[in-house]
């Protein structure tokens, strides 16, 4: 966040009277909700003067890990990250393993924050157990040929964990993870996503998605049905 010690003066260009001192132009900030914008760390007259602020977009960044201590671990670590707020949940994952569909219970971790995604990926890649964690989020703009796709699928619990099975199974997408809500969440990459809508029959919620370079790598590795 910046201090912009101008913000009386954007507002008050509208007005005649420009010669207003500084405690006038306070009492008449003061009623805007943008007066309550906490001060910025090291700036010293952003207590002095309020002013409008434009923050960061936020990004909400997922990974998974094997256990749910080592969940808490990556939790623990996004409170270095700018405005962080995070969640865990207990998930069904599969994918595709020697040869066959491999199932695994995993901890998934949302971590909301205003930090750059590079800045989130280095403060989860130190914590993570993984070899080559899932480190990904979904992109704020849409660019000219995405890549690689999250896809969320709401089912019953059953049908999830079938439709996860026979997606993998066919190899249109790397890996499923099935929440005991129902909601499956898919990830892919662009030239399977049309057969993966076939074989779901169900309305698919998709964002295209931004990662570790490993992770979207392994992506288009295993998406070759």
């Known amino acids: 966040m910046r201090c912009r010690?101008?913000?009386a003066v954007l507002i008050l260009a509208g007005f005649r009277h420009l010669s207003w001192s500084l405690p006038a132009a306070r009492t008449f900030l003061g009623s805007s909700p943008f007066s309550r914008v906490p001060r910025a760390p090291g700036c010293y007259r952003c207590d002095r003067v309020?002013?409008?602020?434009?923050?960061?977009?936020?990004?909400?960044?997922?990974?998974?890990?094997?256990?749910?201590?080592?969940?808490?671990?990556?939790?623990?670590a996004s409170k270095s990250l700018a405005d962080a707020e995070a969640s865990t949940e207990e998930v069904k994952s599969y994918y595709w393993w020697e040869g066959k569909?491999?199932?695994?219970?995993?901890?998934?971790?949302?971590?909301?924050?205003?930090?750059?995604?590079?800045a989130a990926k280095d403060a989860i890649s130190k914590v993570h157990s993984y070899d080559l964690p899932m480190i990904i989020y979904d992109l704020d703009q849409l660019p000219d040929d995405p890549k690689h796709w999250k896809g969320l699928?709401?089912?019953?619990?059953?049908?999830?964990?079938?439709?996860a099975e026979k997606l993998v199974s066919q190899r249109i997408v790397a890996c499923a993870q099935a929440s005991s809500s129902g909601l499956l969440a898919v990830k892919t990459v662009a030239r399977c996503k049309p057969s993966v809508e076939e074989c779901a029959g169900a309305s698919i919620q998709w964002s295209p998605i931004g990662g570790n370079d490993g992770y979207l790598k392994w992506l288009e590795d295993e998406c070759v049905g």
């Open 50 to 76: 309020r002013r409008f602020s434009v923050g960061m977009p936020n990004i909400t960044v997922l990974t998974t890990e094997d256990a749910a201590d080592k969940a808490q671990k990556i939790v623990d």
């Open 5 to 7: 010690s101008s913000g």
């Open 101 to 118: 569909v491999n199932f695994d219970q995993e901890w998934r971790v949302a971590v909301t924050t205003s930090a750059s995604f590079d």
């Open 153 to 163: 699928i709401q089912l019953s619990g059953e049908a999830a964990i079938a439709l």
